[in-house]
C-alpha cells in the first residue's frame, strides 16, 4: 500500500514538472525565434507590434493598482487581527474577503466598466483599469497579511505591551515587521495577478496599443497585448514573442522578490 | 513594608470564577512565589498585578491591587506597566538585535539619545548577567541566543525600563537546568533593588529562592507565608497535601 | 501518588521500631547482667553493640537517599530528619547499655555492699520512657512524647536518692568506695539514658508540631 501510494505521489508530482516544463518550452520555442528588435521600438504602428507601450501601461497599472490596494489591505488586515471582536459580523466579513478572492476576475471587469467607467465616467481608461486591479487584488492582500499577522506569537505582543508599549507602537514596531515577508509574498502575488489578467482589463482600460498620454488614457498591459494579438489572428506569432518576454518578466520579478524576501527574514 | 497589596480580589472569566477573595501583601525587595497546580488562579493573579488581563475581553475583576498605596485600576496602564516589569513562560525576544531589544522598552518611554540608550543596554545586561556573553554580538540578531540567553535578555529587557517590581510567569519552565540556576541566582542578586514576583510549578524552586510563598488552590489563597515556614509546617492540610505530593 | 515514597517511609517506620526494640532489650538485659551477675549475657550485650551501630549507619542512609530523591518537604521532611536525630538517640542509649554490662563483668566476682533496688527501678521507667516516646513517634501521640518528658524527673530522682544512699556507705565504711563508684556511673547511664529518651520525644514534638527543641 505504502509503495503504491508513493509511487503515485512521484507520478503526479512528476506529471505537474512535465506540464508545467512542457508550457515553458512551447512558449520558448514558439517566442524565441520571434524576437525581433522591431518588437522593443518605442512606437506601436500597424506594421510593428512593439510590445514596449504595453510594457509601460503595465508598470503604470501595476504601481497605482498596488498604491491603493497595499495600504488598504495591510490597514483591513491589521483591523481584523488585531482589533475586531470575534463576532459573527467579523465572521461574515472574513468569509466576504475569502469569497472575494475567488471570483472570476470579469466579475471585477463589469463591475469596473459599470462603476469606473460609465458612473464615474473614467472612460477606458489607465485610472479605471488601476482601480478595478486594485479590488480586485484587495482580497488577495487582506488575506495573506491577516494570515501572516496570525502567526506572529501572541507572546511577542505581550511581551511588547507588558513594557509598556501602547497597542499601535506594538502593532507597528513589532507585529508588521514580524509578519513582513509574509505581507511582501502577497504583494508579488498581487503584482503576479496584475500582470496575467486581462479580461478585467480590457472592459476598463481599453486596449489602445499606444503609450498613454494622462491617467484618463486608454491602455493596453502586456496580457491584453498578447489576447489582442492572438484573437486578431494577424500577429501570432507576435503574441508569442510577447508572452515569452512576460514570462521573462514575471520569472525576474519572482527571482527578486524572493531575494528581497530572504533578505528580510534574515535581517531579523 | 508591602510594595503591593492586593484587597479582596475576585477575577472572573466569562462564568467561572478564577480567583476567590484574594488577600495578601507583597513585600518589597523580597522574593514571593506563587505554586499551586494548573489552573488554580496563581498566572491570573500575576498577571493582574501589571493588568495585563486587561487584555483579556471576558476577564472581569473587582477588589484592589494597591501598588505602593496606589489603586492600580486607576493608574495610567503604561506607566503602571513600567514600574511593574513581566517576565513570560517563554522568552519571547522580539525578532531585532539584542540591542533593540532592550532600547524597545526605554524608546518606549521617550528616550532617545543615543548616548543615554547606550548606557541602559549595557547596564540592563550586565544586571541580567548577560553583558560578558554577547557583548560583542550586541547587534546580531537576538534570536541567535540560547534559550537561557534569551530568557536573561528578557529579564535585561525588562529591566532597561527601571521598573520596581519585576513579576515572572514560570520563567524556567522552558529551559534546561543550567539555564535555570543562572536564572535563579540572578533572580536572588535583583532582589535587593527589586521585589519580585515569580509563579512557578517548580516547588523546589520556590524553595531555593523564595523568602515568601502562597499557596493557590482552585482560585483561592491557601496559605501564604514564609517560605521556611511553609515547607516545613504548613498551617493548612492542604498546603501539606499538595508540598508533599499527596494532592487529589 | 508517590506510592514508592510512601514505601520508603513506611519501612523506615519499620526499622526504627526494630531499631528500639532492641534498644529496650538492651536496657533491660543489661540490669539483668549485672543483678544475676550473668556475665555471658554481659559479653553478649557488650559484642552485640556492633548490630546497632550498624542499624544507625543503614537507617541514616536510608533517610540521606530519601532526601536526596524525594526531595521532602513538611511533614515528610520533619519526619526524615525527626528519624536522623531519634536513631543517634537511640545509638547513644545502647551505648550507655554496653557501658553498664561492662561494669557488671567487674563486679559479677564480688559482693554487692548493698541490695540492687533503684538500680531495677531506674532500668524500668528509663526502658518505659523509650518504648513510650517510639510509640509516640510512630503512632504521632504528642500527649505521650510529653509524658515521657515528665518521667524523666522520676528518673532523675532515683538517681538522687541512689547517690544520697552509695554516700551513706561510703561514709559507714570507706572501703565501699570503690564498689559505690561503679553502681553510682550505671545508676548516671540509666539516668542519660532517660535525658535521650527525653530527647527523642522532643523530636517528636518538633514532627508533630514543627517546634523545634531546645536541646
Known amino acids: 500500500m505504502d509503495k503504491i501510494m508513493k509511487k503515485l505521489i512521484y507520478l503526479v508530482a512528476s506529471l505537474t514538472f512535465a506540464s508545467l516544463l512542457g508550457i515553458v518550452a512551447y512558449i520558448v520555442i514558439k517566442g524565441l525565434p520571434n524576437l525581433s528588435l522591431d518588437l522593443f521600438r518605442f512606437n506601436y504602428t500597424t506594421e510593428n507590434m512593439s510590445l514596449v507601450p504595453a510594457m509601460i501601461t503595465t508598470i503604470i497599472i501595476t504601481i497605482i493598482a498596488l498604491i491603493i490596494s497595499i495600504p488598504i489591505g495591510i490597514l483591513t488586515a491589521i483591523y481584523l487581527v488585531e482589533y475586531a471582536n470575534k463576532n459573527i459580523i467579523m465572521k461574515f466579513i472574513s468569509i466576504a474577503i475569502d469569497t472575494l478572492s475567488g471570483i472570476p476576475s470579469i466579475i471585477y471587469g463589469l463591475f469596473g466598466m459599470i462603476f469606473f467607467v460609465t458612473y464615474l465616467n473614467l472612460g477606458f481608461s489607465i485610472l479605471a483599469g488601476s482601480f478595478t486591479l486594485s479590488i480586485m487584488v484587495l482580497p488577495l492582500i487582506i488575506t495573506t497579511t491577516r494570515e501572516s499577522l496570525l502567526t506572529v506569537s501572541d507572546s511577542l505582543r505581550q511581551g511588547s505591551l507588558a513594557l509598556g508599549a501602547t497597542k499601535v507602537r506594538t502593532i507597528f514596531k513589532v507585529v508588521l515587521p514580524c509578519a513582513l515577508p509574509g505581507i511582501f509574498s502577497g504583494i508579488i502575488l498581487s503584482i503576479g495577478r496584475i500582470f496575467g489578467e486581462s479580461a478585467a482589463l480590457i472592459y476598463t482600460a481599453g486596449t489602445v496599443a499606444q503609450i498613454p498620454e494622462n491617467l484618463f488614457s486608454s491602455g493596453r498591459t502586456l496580457s491584453v497585448h498578447m489576447f489582442a494579438l492572438s484573437t486578431e489572428g494577424l500577429h501570432t506569432d507576435k503574441a508569442y514573442g510577447t508572452a515569452f518576454v512576460l514570462m521573462i518578466i514575471i520569472l525576474l520579478i519572482n527571482f527578486l522578490s524572493n531575494q528581497v524576501i530572504k533578505k528580510i527574514s534574515k535581517e531579523k | ?237 492542604k498546603t501539606e497535601n499538595y508540598i508533599t505530593g499527596r494532592f487529589g | ?168 556507705l561510703i561514709i559507714e565504711n570507706p572501703k565501699n568506695g570503690t564498689q559505690a563508684l561503679d553502681i553510682l556511673m550505671i545508676g548516671k547511664y540509666l539516668e542519660r539514658i532517660g535525658d535521650h529518651a527525653e530527647n527523642i520525644s522532643e523530636w517528636v514534638i518538633y514532627f508533630l508540631t514543627g517546634k523545634v527543641p531546645n536541646i
Open chain 2, 1 to 237: 513594608m508591602s510594595k503591593i497589596k492586593i484587597k479582596d480580589f475576585n477575577l472572573f472569566y466569562d462564568n467561572f470564577q478564577g480567583l476567590k477573595n484574594i488577600n495578601m501583601n507583597i513585600e518589597e525587595n523580597k522574593i514571593t512565589a506563587f505554586i499551586g497546580p494548573s489552573g488554580c488562579g496563581k498566572s491570573s493573579l500575576l498577571k493582574s498585578i501589571n493588568r495585563m488581563n486587561d487584555l483579556v475581553d471576558s476577564c472581569v475583576t473587582n477588589g484592589n491591587i494597591y501598588f505602593d498605596d496606589k489603586d492600580i485600576m486607576k493608574t495610567d496602564v503604561t506607566q503602571l506597566r513600567k514600574e511593574i516589569g513581566m517576565v513570560f513562560q517563554n522568552p519571547n525576544p522580539f525578532p531585532m538585535s539584542i540591542y533593540n531589544n532592550i532600547a524597545y522598552g526605554p524608546r518606549t518611554h521617550g528616550i532617545k539619545s543615543k548616548e543615554e540608550l547606550d548606557k541602559i543596554v549595557e547596564s540592563s545586561l550586565r544586571k541580567a548577567a548577560l553583558y560578558d556573553e554577547v557583548k560583542d554580538s550586541i547587534h546580531k540578531s537576538a534570536l541567535k541566543l540560547s534559550g537561557g540567553q534569551q530568557q536573561r535578555l528578557c529579564i535585561a529587557r525588562a529591566l532597561a525600563i527601571e521598573p520596581e517590581v519585576l513579576l515572572l510567569d514560570e520563567p524556567t519552565s522552558a529551559l534546561d537546568p543550567i539555564s535555570t540556576l543562572k536564572i535563579e541566582e540572578l533572580l536572588q542578586s535583583l532582589k535587593d533593588d527589586y521585589t519580585i514576583v515569580i509563579v512557578t510549578h517548580n516547588m523546589q524552586q520556590a524553595l531555593r529562592i523564595s523568602d515568601n510563598t502562597g499557596f493557590f488552590l482552585n482560585g483561592e489563597l491557601i496559605e501564604f507565608n514564609e517560605t521556611d515556614k511553609l515547607f516545613t509546617f504548613p498551617e493548612n492540610e
Open chain 3, 1 to 168: 501518588m508517590r506510592e514508592n515514597f510512601e514505601k520508603e517511609l513506611k519501612n523506615l517506620h519499620l526499622e526504627i521500631e526494630t531499631m528500639g526494640n532492641m534498644v529496650i532489650k538492651v536496657i533491660d538485659n543489661s540490669v539483668i547482667a549485672l543483678t544475676k551477675k550473668n556475665t555471658d549475657l554481659a559479653k553478649k550485650i557488650i559484642a552485640e553493640d556492633i548490630d546497632i551501630n550498624n542499624m544507625e549507619k543503614k537507617i541514616e542512609s536510608h533517610c540521606l537517599n530519601i532526601i536526596l530523591r524525594e526531595n521532602p518537604v513538611a511533614s515528610d521532611l520533619r519526619f526524615i530528619s525527626s528519624v536522623l536525630k531519634i536513631i543517634t538517640d537511640l545509638e547513644r542509649i545502647a551505648d550507655q547499655g554496653a557501658d553498664i554490662a561492662e561494669i557488671s563483668l567487674y563486679l559479677s566476682d564480688e559482693d554487692f555492699i548493698t541490695p540492687i533496688v533503684k538500680i531495677p527501678q531506674m532500668a524500668n521507667i528509663a526502658q518505659d520512657m523509650v518504648r513510650k516516646s517510639l510509640e509516640a513517634f510512630i503512632n504521632g501521640d504528642l500527649s505521650l512524647a510529653t509524658e515521657v518528658i515528665e518521667m524523666d524527673n522520676r528518673v532523675d530522682e532515683l538517681f538522687h536518692c541512689l547517690k544520697n544512699h552509695l554516700i551513706e
